[in-house]
């Protein structure tokens, strides 16, 4: 058992370097030699942890998919003000999610889909866990009369769209006035789907 766990601890800690060093050079420049030299350690222990590149890569993935599901699952059980829905929602489009994994190695990252398939698969599977995780919300929030939609499936679906592609959008601007401007919109337009039971009581007032 001791065995297992040093090695556990070893492998998080070569992960963390070559995320350091993917964040400042990029997947396609990260080498192993790089991640021993950012950690000061001899290369050859990177390769007794992970033979290849490949394989730091697929811990690095790996790394990058748990903390978005361990993201979700804090803070949730009990809503802290008001709708649990809306705390959600609001974290979804906050800066904490965006700042979660850098851009440029999450996109790097990304673009393996379409050249490995247990890649896309591993993508593939966070995304239907995320989803079927806002199902639940938004079906819990429909039960206790918050909300007026319908499809709640079909409602979670299209607020990742939204995030999704709302992050890819916002990654071209600075953190500005503007970036704010275009986050809140985009956070408002999920609420407006999801039909809050007052936001639309006093549209009709």
Same mark, same amino acid.
């Given at each position: 058992?001791?065995?297992?766990?040093?090695?556990?601890?070893?492998?998080?800690?070569?992960?963390? =370097?070559?995320?350091? &060093? !993917?964040?400042?050079?990029?997947?396609?420049? !990260?080498?192993?030699?790089? &991640?021993? =030299?950012?950690?000061? /350690?001899?290369?050859?222990?990177?390769?007794?942890?992970?033979?290849?590149?490949? !394989?730091?890569?697929?811990?690095?993935?790996? +790394?990058?998919?748990?903390?978005?599901?361990?993201?979700?699952? $804090? #803070?949730?059980?009990?809503?802290? @003000?008001?709708?649990?829905?809306? @705390? /959600?929602? @609001?974290?979804?489009?906050?800066?904490?999610?965006? @700042?979660?994994? #850098? #851009?440029?190695?999450?996109?790097?990252? *990304?673009?393996?889909?379409?050249?490995?398939?247990?890649?896309?698969?591993?993508?593939?599977? $966070?995304?239907?866990?995320?989803?079927?995780?806002?199902? %639940?919300? /938004?079906?819990?929030?429909?039960?206790?009369?918050?909300? $007026? &939609?319908?499809?709640?499936?079909? !409602? =979670?679906?299209?607020? *990742?769209?939204? &995030? %999704?592609?709302?992050?890819?959008?916002?990654?071209? +601007?600075?953190?500005?006035?503007?970036?704010?401007?275009?986050?809140?919109?985009?956070?408002?337009?999920?609420? #407006?789907?999801?039909? *809050?039971?007052?936001?639309?009581?006093?549209? $009709?007032?």
């Amino acid at each position: 058992m001791g065995r297992k766990s040093l090695k556990k601890i070893r492998q998080k800690e070569i992960i963390d =370097a070559f995320y350091k &060093v !993917a964040k400042k050079e990029g997947i396609r420049n !990260a080498s192993l030699a790089k &991640v021993a =030299a950012e950690m000061g /350690i001899n290369p050859s222990l990177v390769s007794h942890y992970f033979g290849s590149k490949n !394989a730091l890569i697929f811990g690095l993935i790996e +790394f990058i998919l748990e903390s978005y599901k361990n993201f979700y699952s $804090l #803070d949730y059980s009990e809503p802290k @003000n008001g709708s649990r829905l809306k @705390n /959600i929602i @609001n974290n979804l489009f906050s800066r904490e999610w965006h @700042n979660l994994i #850098d #851009d440029q190695v999450f996109y790097d990252c *990304f673009t393996l889909v379409f050249r490995n398939k247990s890649i896309k698969a591993a993508y593939k599977e $966070l995304h239907e866990h995320l989803r079927q995780w806002l199902t %639940e919300a /938004i079906e819990e929030a429909k039960c206790n009369g918050e909300i $007026l &939609v319908e499809n709640t499936e079909g !409602a =979670a679906d299209l607020i *990742f769209i939204l &995030v %999704e592609g709302s992050y890819y959008y916002l990654s071209m +601007f600075d953190k500005g006035k503007e970036y704010y401007e275009k986050q809140n919109r985009y956070k408002q337009g999920a609420m #407006d789907i999801l039909k *809050f039971k007052e936001s639309v009581k006093s549209n $009709l007032e």
